[in-house]
């Protein structure tokens, strides 16, 4: 499975949007990108997954460049409960194995 | 619904004394079962995976072992514990090798 690379930490206010950026330039083209976020002491959350086109759901939206190489996980309106660490994944359509790296974590302040 | 359980939610146990811990998942027929493990400030680390009773694949050699006895119950075990085999053990399913997995919400194992 291709490395991802994510910054360690970062910050957000409450109430905006919280840009949370991937850097995958070893991805292949049967891989998807997935994020997880994993709040203090519980288990990693599933939020979303994506191959080639932008994706959104009720958590998030998630933003993949034309060529792959990277992309933004947004959560719209951040609260303090969205504190976490978020990790990105990448991995191949038929494969069981999520590679979870250190991941960012952000913290949502008031 | 699919609801995933894991018990117990802490657990301390000494050098030498087996384990036994137990994931069940509801709502779901013929689930993908994995155990994963994730020490102190790391990332996970995936230890066995099921696609079906008595269906195990390690990724891992290690102190531990797995069973799925049932359909909807994963098992993870261990004759003598190790201090290296301390940290938190996720239980996760997926409806297909392709699909999200979902987590539940782990034990934490302290080995004394």
């Known amino acids: 499975d291709a490395k991802t690379t994510q910054p360690p930490s970062m910050d957000c206010a409450e109430g905006r949007a919280a840009n949370l950026p991937c850097n995958h330039s070893?991805?292949?083209?049967?891989?998807?990108v997935y994020w997880y976020r994993q709040i203090h002491s519980q288990g990693p959350q599933y939020i979303i997954h994506?191959?080639?086109n932008n994706e959104t759901n009720e958590m998030a939206s998630l933003i993949i460049t034309e060529d792959r190489k990277s992309s933004t996980l947004i959560l719209p309106h951040a609260t303090l409960r969205d504190t976490a660490v978020y990790y990105c994944?990448?991995?191949?359509?038929?494969?069981?194995?999520?590679?979870f790296g250190q991941g960012t974590e952000l913290s949502v302040k008031p | 619904s699919q609801t995933i359980h894991q018990w117990p939610a802490t657990l301390v146990q000494p050098v030498g004394s087996p384990l036994s811990l137990e994931c069940t998942v509801e709502g779901t027929s013929n689930p993908n079962l994995y155990w994963y493990r994730q020490a102190a400030g790391r990332g996970l680390q995936l230890l066995f995976y099921s696609v079906g009773i008595g269906q195990i694949s390690s990724e891992v050699p290690q102190n531990l072992s797995a069973s799925r006895p049932q359909d909807r119950q994963f098992i993870l075990s261990s004759k003598k514990l190790l201090l290296s085999d301390s940290g938190f053990y996720l239980c996760a399913w997926s409806v297909h090798t392709n699909q999200p997995q979902h987590f539940g919400d782990g034990t934490r194992l302290s080995i004394l």
């Open positions: 994944i990448v991995r191949v359509v038929q494969g069981g194995k999520l590679i």
């Open positions: 994506g191959l080639k």
């Open positions: 070893t991805i292949s083209g049967n891989e998807y």
